[in-house]
């Protein structure tokens, strides 16, 4: 699985981003989907999953009710609608492929990332 993220840019705080994740290959559907993301100087932190047909998801803290995450597979894509974005959403947005969870290791695919920057 090859994968393709898009979106990011510079907003202002309070305002929206949508990212997009796109995934070469047949077999999009079999696997759970998560974004992550990494601010300057920080640890890479995970932000939402998906799982791979009935739409479970979960959410970082920070995140919760702010961002939602979703996925069409008859287009091999996966989601993560930002709003209400604030300065510390300021981070490399990178999507993956793998197990529905929460930590990094378990996601066997990596899309290159996206930038998002809020402004104050």
């Known amino acids: 699985v090859q994968l393709q993220a898009s979106g990011g840019g510079l907003v202002q705080a309070g305002g929206s981003l949508r990212l997009s994740c796109a995934a070469s290959?047949?077999?999009?559907?079999?696997?759970?989907m998560g974004w992550f993301r990494q601010a300057p100087g920080k640890e890479r932190e995970f932000v939402a999953a998906?799982?791979?047909?009935?739409?479970?998801?979960y959410y970082e803290d920070s995140v919760k009710g702010r961002f939602t995450i979703s996925r069409d597979n008859a287009k091999n894509t996966v989601y993560l609608q930002m709003n209400s974005l604030k300065p510390e959403d300021t981070a490399v947005y990178s999507c993956?492929?793998?197990?529905?969870?929460?930590?990094?290791?378990?996601?066997?695919?990596w899309g290159q990332g996206t930038l998002v920057t809020v402004s104050s």
């Open positions: 290959g047949r077999t999009f559907s079999l696997y759970g």
């Open positions: 993956a492929a793998g197990r529905f969870r929460a930590q990094a290791q378990d996601y066997k695919y």
């Open positions: 998906i799982s791979l047909s009935d739409g479970y998801t």
